[in-house]
């Protein structure tokens, strides 16, 4: 292989292992959080980019356009679902809330997919964003490639901001370490808990336009891309930003030259051999901080 082919296949991967990343964190925020693993979110984020691809074929709005329209009711949805079906689970014992949010979460995922079907029908969309090609050398790169870059990386800053610098980062981060300690400094965790699930349906909304613009989406996709997030959250390791990009990366570059090298049939099999080599060796996440200064302290 060429060293021009590998940078061609180098930059796809990256494409997608940020997408992947941005999905993951979300979801990973919400188990943080929460500590509901939440098996629709992937769903969420396909009934969303189907939603995206009609409206661009509808009205050929600008994708940032899009983007902002979708980013409201996805939050209210987002709060909605957890205020009306998660949240009453938690006064369940430990294992019939367990049982029960597995239960609303995959009904979530069956819902919605039946319904993207019959709404949108069950053909390939996407949005097709015509734009400049930069050559370098023998590498293309598209202007659509570049922007969803950037636009990623801006976010993650945004993100990180939010989540540092913020009140609502604060509380979101006090509920996640002590939630009773939280709770007696007068921070309402069951409002940061729907709060957490809106926010993170936010960034589902942003993910599924970039999605959309990069790759086809079918509404029975939905399901493959829950079980990508949760390859990157336990490579990355849970609520570790940093860790989420890079595993993101990882994941989706492996993906990439995999499908060149063995053929696109065997790319979906990457993510699943991931995370059970993860589960197995490093239980704790590779990326995981604690993880990482144990090794280098021997």
Known sequence: MSFSIFLQVLIGGLVLGSIYALVAFGLSLVYGVVRILNFSHG?????????????????????????????????????????????????RSSAEMTVGTVLVTVGALLILSDLAAVLAGTSIRG?????PLFVIGDVIVSATNLAIMLGIALLVFVIHYILRHTWLGCAIRAVTQDEL???????????????TFAFSYAVVAV?????????????????SLTVKAFTVIVLGGIGNLP??????????????????????????????????????LLPRGALNRKWWRKWQTG
């Open 43 to 91: 769903t969420v984020l396909v009934a969303s980019a189907i939603a995206a691809s009609v409206l661009f074929g509808a009205y050929a709005f600008n994708p940032l356009v899009i983007t902002l329209l979708l980013i409201p009711p996805l939050m209210v949805l987002g709060y909605g679902f957890y205020v009306l079906l998660l949240d009453p689970l938690f006064r």
């Open 127 to 131: 949005i097709q964003v015509e734009g």
């Open 181 to 195: 300690g939280a709770r007696i400094c007068g921070v309402r965790s069951r409002t940061i808990r729907a709060a």
């Open 243 to 280: 860790g989420s990009l890079a595993a993101g990366l990882f994941l989706g570059t492996a993906e990439a030259f995999t499908a060149f090298f063995a053929g696109t049939a065997w790319a979906p099999a990457v993510s699943i051999l991931l995370l059970l080599v993860i589960l197995v």
């Open 207 to 223: 993910a599924a336009v970039f999605y959309a613009m990069s790759y086809p989406v079918d509404p029975y996709v939905g399901l």
